[in-house]
């Protein structure tokens, strides 16, 4: 067997799926929450059945002998329903907790990559206007619209629903925000035209700057009132950039190759993420990081997030559909570990919760899992990772690059 000079990786972000609510998660109105937990107790007393979809209590027999429901054990102190294993794991497993101020997708990623924002986003208030009447102002005269609708916090689903015929009609855009740094703008792909809706966004993305605002999104749907609208794949986000060096920035300054797969190459404002790849859902977004990953040069990483578990099911308040989508991804790990050569290492984590169990439709403020192995790698605890910056350190390591400025490798 021929043992590669460099190792590589593939860093896996299951999008929301936390695993307990972090010591601090109280200062934003998430204490006890438990994305993980929450769907496995709700599945075990008949609330994750639905039919022709799925039934019963949650199996994740792959997670679980990597050591997932040990994860959780060490977030929360047990072991959600379905979790525990009877040997050893089959990989080293540990849970991570965010020093960055927030509960969003950039700062968790970010984080994860080796830079933790430690100075708080800007957010719109929860209140109807939503936005500064100058920013409203200045996006209706740069963007030649007639007006927006929406301008209140909202979810996207709810309030595509109740606005969208009357954005076709009018042409106005529909713009909206949650708890998290986002402002969002959502349009017909063919009525309002894909384009210029991105060019909207980034007009917005200009105008967001001196609010502090992490992301301005593009939400794209199609349909009628009549057979009901539906958003497409064609998401976009214009995020900020890191205000750091990463480990994808170092990873470009060694000449190695990087593969971004889902909206990774969108949350780093396409800084460093190499050849990006993106796809229409889970499935479909892990076949393209397997293909990538099989074909990656020595000293590389492909780096995926999967975020319909966030978008699709977690926003949505979706115990069900979130546990088949667990379930379908645990169906998955044997593929996964079977593209692992030796020397390589497969990083399973998230970025923050969506407790589809808990009030409201926003993220809440969990820990993480951390579930890491491949060929040679052991399987013993990692415990409590005082932050999420650990993840990029050790893969750092591992890639034999040069220590990040933050996080504290675990080998």
């Not at 206007?129 to 740069?142: G, Q, S």
Request: charged share 20%.
């Amino acid at each position: 067997m021929t043992i590669p000079t460099m190792p590589r990786t593939l860093l896996i972000v299951l999008d929301s799926v936390g695993i307990g609510g972090a010591p601090d998660a109280d200062r934003y109105g998430d204490a006890g929450a438990d994305t993980l937990g929450h769907i496995a107790e709700a599945c075990a007393r008949g609330g994750g059945d639905r039919a022709g979809l799925r039934a019963g209590p949650l199996r994740l027999p792959h997670l679980a002998a990597l050591g997932l429901g040990l994860a959780a054990q060490g977030a929360t102190g047990r072991v959600p329903p379905g979790l525990a294993i009877a040997g050893p794991p089959l990989g080293a497993y540990g849970h991570a907790e965010e020093t960055a101020a927030g509960k969003d997708t950039p700062s968790g990623h970010w984080e994860m990559a080796g830079v933790p924002v430690r100075e708080a986003w800007g957010h719109f208030p929860d209140t109807v206007p939503a936005f500064p009447a100058a920013l409203v102002a200045d996006l209706i005269a740069r963007g030649d619209l007639p007006g927006i609708l929406g301008d209140s916090h909202a979810a996207g689903i709810a309030i595509i629903e109740r606005l969208g015929a009357e954005h076709v009609r009018t042409g106005r855009p529909i713009c909206y925000t949650s708890a998290d740094s986002v402002f969002q703008i959502a349009a017909h792909e063919e009525r309002f035209g894909l384009e210029r809706l991105y060019a909207l966004c980034r007009i917005a993305r200009d105008l967001c700057d001196p609010y502090r605002i992490g992301r301005v999104i593009a939400r794209p749907f199609t349909g009628s009132a009549e057979d009901g609208f539906r958003r497409t794949a064609n998401r976009k986000d214009y995020a900020v950039e890191p205000p750091g060096e990463t480990l994808l920035d170092r990873l470009g300054k060694e000449g190695r190759s990087v593969v971004s797969v889902g909206k990774i190459g969108d949350i780093f404002a396409h800084r460093a993420t190499g050849r990006e790849i993106k796809a229409a859902g889970n499935a479909a977004c892990l076949d393209a990081a397997l293909a990538a990953f099989r074909e990656l040069p020595e000293g590389g990483l492909v780096f995926l997030n999967l975020v319909d578990f966030d978008t699709e099911y977690g926003h949505r308040r979706d115990v069900p559909g979130y546990a088949a989508e667990l379930e379908a991804f645990d169906a998955r790990l044997p593929e996964i570990r079977a593209a692992l050569g030796p020397g390589d290492l497969c990083v399973i984590t998230a970025d923050h919760g969506n407790d589809p169990t808990w009030h409201g439709t926003e993220h809440t403020r969990e820990q993480v899992p951390i579930l890491a192995f491949g060929p040679g790698i052991a399987p013993v605890a990692l415990g409590r990772r005082a932050s999420f910056a650990d993840i990029g350190a050790s893969v750092a390591r591992h890639l034999r690059l040069a220590p990040p400025a933050a996080g504290s490798p675990w080998w």
